[in-house]
Structures are given as C-alpha cells and as structure tokens.
C-alpha cells in the first residue's frame, strides 16, 4: 500500500479536507503496513529506519548511511 495522505482542506474548517474518521483510518492503516501489524517495524524499512544507542560523541562522529533516518534513544 502506499502512503495515504490526510486531506486538511485548503484553509482551517474550509470543509474541503478528510473527515476527522477519515483522516484517523488513513494514520492506523499507515501505522499498520509500517509495523506490519505485529508492533515490529517491517524487515524492509530497517534499513532506512534505525534505533541509535550509542553515546552522543559516536553519533557526531559517525557516517550516515544514504537516505537513513536515525532514532536517538
């Protein structure tokens, strides 16, 4: 599936956006193909998708991998 945008409508309460029911589908069915249902973060957006755990100084000074997006926790 590809990601679904949320429709906000041109301009605050235009009524031209998705529904508030609409709009919360469209974030669960996101949130379900990246986790795959199984609160685990698909196989194949680890690669893109990586959880930080070292110190601060060995982030400064690392690499980054092309088109990765880091999680510091």
Not at 8 to 21: E, K, M, S, V, Y
Not at 22 to 43: P, S
Request: proline share 3%; glycine share 12%.
């Amino acid at each position: 599936m590809a990601q679904q945008i949320i429709g906000i409508g041109t301009t605050a309460n235009d009524g031209t956006g998705d529904p508030l029911r609409n709009g919360f589908n469209k974030t669960n069915d996101n949130f379900t193909e990246l986790y795959g249902g199984d609160g685990v973060i698909n196989q194949r957006d680890s690669s893109i998708l990586k959880l930080w755990t070292g110190s601060q100084a060995q982030y400064d000074a690392l690499t980054p991998e092309a088109d990765t997006v880091y999680f510091i926790i």
